[in-house]
């Protein structure tokens, strides 16, 4: 079974610095894919950044990009130049077999 | 604007009675995932379908259950509803079965009364 382990339940940011939100995981399989997800105060699930497990480079998507290191199971989200709409919940999460499972959030704010 | 479209976005109802949630998938997406998400468990994997086909389970509960018809829709159908049951409930879509780039809906906040 998948696991995914967020170790930060909360983060405080100055704007503009850039922010490492941690992430590792646990599987057996060799074939999965890693997600991270934006949950603003208004609830919606926005998609950032999707790392297949074969994927040799790292994944970008403009501000963010994903620290994979599959040795060391661990996927860690990258935001440059962090701003105050990144304020929010964010998910880690692995992809395998039909399930998408998520871990349980890393709540960052961003101060002015 | 993910593409997936849920649907009401809120609803209140009473304790025993049943609700149903429909989700649209983004156009040319074969595969729908449900989710609950209440406060104090993070994001629940609920049931999975491809192209009409139930393909996963997870921690659902025997009194929901879910259908994806022909033309990919899905509904969430919840039954002898309880306040427990209060909870933001999301579907996403996927193009296949490989759980590449899944979007989500805006979701619908279920609450119960």
């Known amino acids: 079974a998948q696991k995914i382990t967020q170790t930060q339940p909360g983060m405080f940011v100055q704007e503009k610095e850039a922010v490492t939100l941690d992430c590792t995981y646990d599987t057996s399989d060799q074939s999965y894919g890693l997600f991270w997800y934006k949950q603003p105060s208004s609830g919606e699930m926005i998609f950032l950044i999707y790392?297949?497990?074969?994927?040799?480079q790292n994944a970008t998507e403009g501000r963010y990009s994903l620290n994979f290191q599959k040795a060391r199971k661990s996927a860690n989200l990258v935001i440059s130049a962090s701003q105050l709409g990144d304020s929010a919940m964010y998910f880690c999460a692995i992809g395998k077999d039909d399930k998408i499972i998520f871990g349980k959030g890393t709540r960052l704010h961003i101060l002015p | 604007d993910s593409g997936v479209t849920q649907t009401p976005k809120h609803l209140i109802t009473a304790t025993g009675q049943r609700v149903t949630l429909r989700c649209s998938p983004r156009s040319g997406d074969l595969s729908v995932y449900w989710y609950q998400q209440s406060l104090d468990q993070g994001l629940q994997f609920l049931i999975q379908y491809y192209n009409g086909e139930e393909r996963a389970k997870g921690n659902i509960l025997e009194r929901f259950s879910a259908q994806q018809f022909p033309d990919l829709h899905s509904e969430l159908n919840l039954s002898s509803l309880e306040l427990g049951d209060s909870a933001l409930y999301f579907c996403?879509?996927?193009?296949?079965?490989?759980?590449?780039?899944?979007?989500f809906g805006q979701g619908t906040r279920l609450t119960v009364v």
């Open positions: 790392q297949g497990s074969y994927d040799e």
């Open positions: 996403a879509s996927t193009l296949d079965n490989m759980n590449t780039e899944a979007f």
